[in-house]
């Protein structure tokens, strides 16, 4: 049945793109919602799905291997969440029906992107999908057609074509070693052959393909600028789940199912994620501009979940994909909040901003509880998954990285303070009494982000038991 | 009676009250701030009603086993309950006051949820029976006390909010490394498993000097102590909550609650924490004679008689211990009437600045005595109650053979009296040298401070009391003290 989240995201950009243009312009931000709110109710009830049988005589079509497993469900998850966000920010800032009807398709594009990257299991079609992606991305990030939105889309093309080229060398590698791109087979030929220049040549090759395409230090160029510059609802995107699966979760599935957890590629692993933590905190400590600090802080905290992947441990894994929910979700909340900011007071500068709270006190509360989970203060979503990271680095013996890695947790509640000092918490300034709170249409996503936030934290056994330990144990298994 | 709901509504009802009290305001105000004083004398009643258990030798646990080793699990015990009705009574006090003080500010229910919320942490982190469930609770006072410190929203108050929030945090995270350095040993974070597994396995010093950092940066105590004189400009009811009452008392809480209940210290740690706990002792009592602001002078008076606390608990005595606990209930009566003191003057004078006041014992006769009371408490004059305790403390000390030690802190002690007398001096006797008539304005926050004078006296007097229940304590602890 899960076929049919690549199908119906499909099927709609085609149905929305047929004849009667005008009237698939009035219905694109519903055909959009209900394919968004059908893929998270199918991984949050599976049962209801009656018409799965159906559809997958469908997908049989296809000539891709669909699997899914438990890390795919959070990221299937996440990736309609956060969409959700970013299309109803979108709609409540551009009321431009042509732009809207735009804009869905490349989202809905982007949709089978990254559903498609999170199904695969071959190495090849899992390239075809972050491009899919990575094309969808580039659309959107010069959607606003100003010089910058256009640099930072050239910045990011750029970079990721190189990507790209890396990728494709080193499938091309692989495929000589193993003579078929599926993860299992390469997974066996890269175990009974032995240790060679060109293996390890393509493993490290790919390895900083995932790099560049999560934004980590020394790869980061192109991170601070496009998500700055790009329209409010793509930072949401791009920061809240594109770089996060095409970078993040791309490099955990294939470290894991793939390469598999050696002491070079772990240690690797480590010293890329600490480096991104740190520099990543500093970095973002010294920005004053509210979108820049977000993004150097998403660099921060993706080092975080390279670093629990780094420990090569079941419960190292653990911590990784339940610090890529939680960031994700954390971090779209406080992209959103930076839109309500821009779009009221027109500005995303924080020195000209002070006291916020005063007058648009629910994004001041939400943003408060985004930063704390961010900074992983209890009992909020993010503390738990650095304690199990932290965890997961103790226990295995990496106790320097542990101690930087939770030292830099001070570093990022730091910014994040100053960040709330500067915009929220302080004295309203005078010129500012014309600022209202943002409009039902921020507020909604606003809240239901940090309802989740606020749940995940309060019940993470729960949520630990059924979702988190499992994506650890089958990925180990 | 189901005790185990008892123990839960302790810390519940204040938890989750606290969110529902702005909805409440939408109500009345008067309803709201009626509502935060109950929120909190529920939770005080309840502890109280888990007292005839704790008396017939019984402890109170809740249990539930959850993954990872971060079972929930409260437990009561002897020492638990004793902070619990400790924080909780003096919380319910300063919210009383709150209602004259804070009446006339913005953010009212801000300030109500946080401070109800705040005291519910408090609950939740004396009955903690497992480290990470401890850790949380210490991190929901760190948050409340961020948003309670910055609460005037001026930028410095906000930069003084967010130093409290990264000194504490800093603490924080070290002693969470030493928390799951514990876990790595003992396989868990139940402190009754760890105690069962530490009897044949001591913890490493590595573990303990952690989580020692995290405890001294929560109470204050040299070189973590800056943040508490800066977090002044809060509101003073604010100020006794945190400084005075119950914020610095959570790493004294802590220190006992792992190191004297749950595994012993090596004999070097028996010399270590008291040489810090003097030099935090008398740096800070130093800087309290040289400070004008009368809040900061109380603040670092607080550092110093944290000393006095961390000296009883680490001595490796059980007259010490007895006499650090006692204190933690008589520094808190007379401190947060201290500070409460210095809120009516303050609001009444406008300044902080005690070489500008004068003679304001004609004016204020009863913030006066209040304030002259509580004093002689934390001087340690018979028969207050800071007395007592601080005789056992010493008198523990002694026995124990440091005399160097106690030398040091008999200095600092007799600091304390002079830097109180100067400030007394300054502020109530001489001139009247403020041209605003200073009056005491509102009743109910000078009725607030009278009872806690009273009970600053009455604690000493009835010594007995407090005391009997101390010695439950030490049974508990039977076997870890030498």
Redesign the interface.
């Given at each position: 049945m899960y076929s049919s989240l690549i199908l119906l995201p499909f099927l709609s950009v085609i149905a929305l793109n047929l004849p009667f243009r005008n009237l698939m312009k009035k219905l694109a931000f519903v055909v959009c919602l209900l394919v968004l709110l059908v893929q998270i109710s199918l991984i949050v009830c599976p049962s209801i799905c009656i018409w799965s049988n159906d559809l997958d005589i469908f997908g049989s079509f296809l000539q891709f291997n669909f699997a899914v497993d438990n890390l795919s469900r959070v990221m299937l998850f996440c990736i309609g969440i956060v969409l959700l966000a970013a299309l109803f920010v979108q709609r409540y800032i551009i009321d431009d029906e042509e732009r809207i009807f735009n804009f869905v398709n490349v989202l809905l594009l982007i949709l089978i992107g990254m559903d498609g990257i999170v199904m695969v299991r071959d190495i090849f079609s899992l390239y075809i999908f972050l491009e899919i992606t990575a094309v969808g991305s580039f659309i959107l990030i010069g959607f606003n057609k100003d010089v910058d939105a256009f640099e930072a889309a050239f910045k990011y093309i750029i970079l990721s074509v190189v990507a790209t080229v890396l990728m494709l060398s080193s499938i091309a590698l692989l495929l000589i070693v193993s003579g078929s791109t599926s993860f299992s087979s390469i997974s066996d030929a890269l175990k009974t052959s032995p240790d060679s220049l060109l293996i390890s040549s393509a493993v490290a090759i790919f390895l900083c393909a995932c790099f560049i395409k999560a934004g980590l230090i020394p790869f980061h160029g192109w991170l601070a600028d496009t998500y700055s510059a790009a329209p409010a609802a793509v930072s949401v995107l791009l920061a809240g789940i594109v770089t996060k699966t095409v970078g993040a979760y791309t490099l955990i599935r294939i470290v894991n199912s793939v390469f598999g957890f050696e002491s070079s590629i772990n240690s690797l692993l480590l010293v890329i994620g600490i480096i991104s933590i740190v520099i990543g905190a500093l970095a973002a400590l010294g920005q004053r501009d509210f979108k820049r600090m977000l993004a150097y802080s998403s660099i921060s905290q993706v080092g975080y979940i390279i670093l629990g992947l780094g420990c090569g441990t079941t419960l190292g894994l653990a911590g990784a994909v339940f610090h890529l929910f939680n960031h994700s979700i954390f971090k779209t909340l406080l992209f959103v909040n930076s839109a309500a900011v821009e779009l009221e007071t027109g500005t995303t500068d924080m020195n000209g901003l002070s006291g916020l709270s005063k007058k648009m006190p629910f994004t001041a509360m939400t943003s408060v509880v985004a930063s704390l989970s961010a900074a992983g203060i209890p009992p909020l979503s993010g503390f738990w998954s650095k304690l199990i990271i932290i965890m997961a680095l103790w226990m295995s013996g990496f106790y320097v990285y542990a101690v930087i890695a939770i030292l830099a947790s001070v570093l990022t509640l730091a910014y994040f303070l100053s960040l709330q000092r500067m915009v929220f918490f302080g004295r309203l300034k005078e010129d500012s009494a014309n600022i209202k709170e943002a409009g039902l249409g921020l507020m909604f996503p606003a809240l239901i982000l940090a309802l989740i936030i606020v749940a995940v934290g309060l019940f993470f056994p729960f949520i630990i038991n059924t979702f988190i330990l499992p994506a650890g144990n089958i990925l180990g298994g | 009676m189901r005790y185990d709901l008892v123990l839960l509504n302790t810390v519940l009802i204040p938890v989750a009250g606290a969110f529902i009290l702005p909805l409440v305001a939408r109500i009345s105000l008067k309803t709201r701030d009626f509502a935060a004083l109950g929120l909190v004398l529920a939770s005080f009643v309840f502890s109280l009603l888990l007292i005839p258990q704790i008396m017939a030798g019984r402890a109170v646990i809740i249990f539930s086993q959850?993954?990872?080793g971060?079972n929930?699990v409260l437990t009561a015990d002897a020492l638990a309950v004793f902070m619990a009705c400790v924080s909780s009574f003096i919380s319910a006090i300063i919210i009383l006051y709150s209602f004259g003080y804070i009446s006339h500010y913005e953010n009212q229910n801000e300030y109500y949820t946080m401070v109800v919320l705040f005291l519910g942490a408090m609950m939740g982190l004396v009955f903690a029976g497992n480290l990470?469930l401890l850790?949380?609770f210490w991190?929901?006072t760190?948050?409340t006390s961020?948003r309670l410190i910055?609460f005037f929203?001026?930028?410095k108050h906000?930069?003084c909010?967010?130093k409290a929030?990264?000194v504490t945090?800093?603490g924080a995270?070290?002693m969470?490394?030493g928390f799951?350095?514990i876990?790595?040993q003992t396989g868990s974070f139940d402190l009754a498993v760890i105690k069962e597994s530490v009897k044949t396995n001591p913890v490493s010093n590595l573990a303990i000097a952690l989580i020692l950092v995290g405890i001294f940066s929560k109470s204050a105590t040299l070189p973590f102590h800056t943040w508490l004189p800066d977090a002044g400009v809060a509101p003073s009811p604010v100020t006794a909550l945190l400084h005075a009452a119950i914020l610095v008392k959570i790493g004294v809480y802590v220190f006992a609650r792992l190191f004297l209940t749950t595994f012993s210290l090596a004999q070097f740690w028996h010399t270590a924490v008291p040489i810090i706990a003097a030099i935090s002792a008398i740096v800070s009592a130093g800087a309290a004679l040289r400070e004008t602001d009368i809040k900061r002078i109380i603040a670092y008076s607080t550092v110093s008689q944290i000393g006095f606390i961390f000296l009883g608990l680490s001595i490796g005595n059980e007259l010490a211990v007895a006499g650090g606990l006692l204190y933690i209930l008589m520094h808190g009566l007379a401190k947060a009437g201290l500070f409460l003191c210095a809120g009516i003057i303050e609001q009444n004078t406008k300044t902080k600045d005690i070489t500008k006041l004068g003679g304001l014992i004609k004016t204020m006769p009863v913030t006066a005595m209040a304030f002259l009371f509580c004093a002689f408490s934390v001087m340690g004059i018979p028969p207050f109650g800071g007395f007592f305790s601080k005789y056992m403390v010493f008198a523990g000390a002694v026995e124990t053979g440091h005399l160097w030690i106690v030398f040091a802190f008999l200095v600092g002690a007799f600091l304390t009296i002079l830097y109180l007398f100067r400030v007394f001096n300054l502020v109530f006797l001489g001139e009247a040298r403020s041209l605003i008539q200073a009056k005491e304005k509102s009743p109910i926050m000078v009725t607030s401070v009278a009872i806690l004078a009273v009970l600053s006296l009455v604690g000493g007097i009835f010594i007995n009391y407090p005391c009997g229940f101390v010695q439950i304590i030490l049974a508990n602890m039977a076997g870890i003290i030498k």
């Open positions: - | 959850l993954p990872l971060f929930f990470i850790y949380v991190e929901i760190a948050i961020w910055g929203r001026e930028k906000v930069i909010a967010d929030f990264l945090m800093f995270v070290l969470l490394i799951i350095s876990f790595q």
